[in-house]
């Protein structure tokens, strides 16, 4: 379980094609190792991956093939830096929401404007069958960063999110570009309510259909 809250950036010194995906070797900042062990899990870019090996500040990763074909992370290649955050610890500050690190999709940015003083935000687009829920105000986890939905427009599946300028100081976003991939992983509870909310409208739209059409 993560809180959305991204701690540092890391970049990737390696990517090694596997048998059964790819290994990712991370360098972590200084002030992510402690305590850090073999079998730990870290989220990067908002995907929950294991420890498999601590050389320094020297992190590697296996993401297998399902992982890299549904999210980002098959885009990732050596030189690129990426969001970290650390499994949170019981009786931590939540300073974001609860994050499992389970991508639900992707989205592609298609406006972003960093630079404008006071106006800091990206735009983006996921599949239709996700953005229902996606919610004006609602939370939302972007490459493992918990932001708050500011403009939403569900039927074309866009989205916009604000950031704040200590969210771009701690995260990879001001490398990003129109057209880029970004992980998204939308609130659980939110998931599970809309779909039990759906599932009991179209039960009872149904049963009204059967009684109508025995009369």
Known sequence: MFTGIIR???RIIAADPQDTGTRFRIRFPDDLLGGLETGASVAIDGVCLTVVRIAGNEI???AIAGTLALTNLGDRRAGDEVNLERSARLGDEVGGHHVSGHVSTTGVI????????????????????WARYIFLRGFLAVDGASLTVAEADPERGRFRINLIPETLRN????RYRTGDRVNIEVEHQTQVLVDVVTRTISAALAGREDRQAEK
């Open 60 to 62: 590697d990763f296996d």
């Open 110 to 129: 298609t406006s972003i404007e960093l630079e404008s003083p006071g106006n800091h935000h990206i735009e983006f687009q996921v599949d239709p069958q």
């Open 171 to 174: 995260t990879c976003f001001r």
């Open 8 to 10: 540092g950036r890391g």
